[in-house]
């Protein structure tokens, strides 16, 4: 039972980031913070969402690519940090994509569900704290 609740759960969460898909415009961003180790990197070419802000409610596409350099295999995410301190977020199959070479492409999807900073950071393979980040924030918000 829980096991078919899961498949539910990962089914409509799938449903919606692909509508949010249809949905979705691009919007003016900015680079904020970034930090990497030497040779990595991440680079942001393309945000869409549902609206400029990139608020609590907003579905939000990310596009770039990446340059790995430090170890053989990572994985990217797109996450919004907590401002307060707070449990751990589950996150969707659309939050996360693989970095198995020197470089790539990545797309990756999230809906902000409370206040906070989205980055797309890079993390260990088998798991752990990131280790290289960009954050982006709305242009609309930025000034």
Do not use: N
């Not at 449903?15 to 919007?27: I, K, L």
């Not at 307060?84 to 797309?107: C, L, M, N, R, Y």
């Amino acid at each position: 039972m829980k096991m078919l609740l899961r498949l539910l759960i990962g089914l409509c969460m799938t449903a919606c980031v692909a509508s949010a898909s249809a949905e979705v415009s691009r919007v003016a961003f900015a680079i904020g913070k970034q930090q990497f180790k030497p040779g990595d990197s991440i680079v942001i070419e393309q945000v869409l969402a549902t609206s400029p802000k990139l608020g609590v409610g907003d579905k939000v596409v990310v596009r770039g690519h990446y340059r790995l350099a430090s170890v053989p295999k990572a994985k990217l995410g797109l996450f919004v940090t907590h401002r307060t301190k707070a449990d751990a977020d589950s996150s969707a199959k659309s939050q996360i994509a693989p970095a198995e070479s020197v470089s790539g492409p990545f797309e990756l999807a999230c809906e902000i569900t409370y206040e906070g900073d989205l980055h797309v950071s890079l993390y260990p393979w088998s798991g752990g704290e990131s280790f290289g980040d960009v954050y982006l924030t709305s242009s609309a918000t930025s000034k």
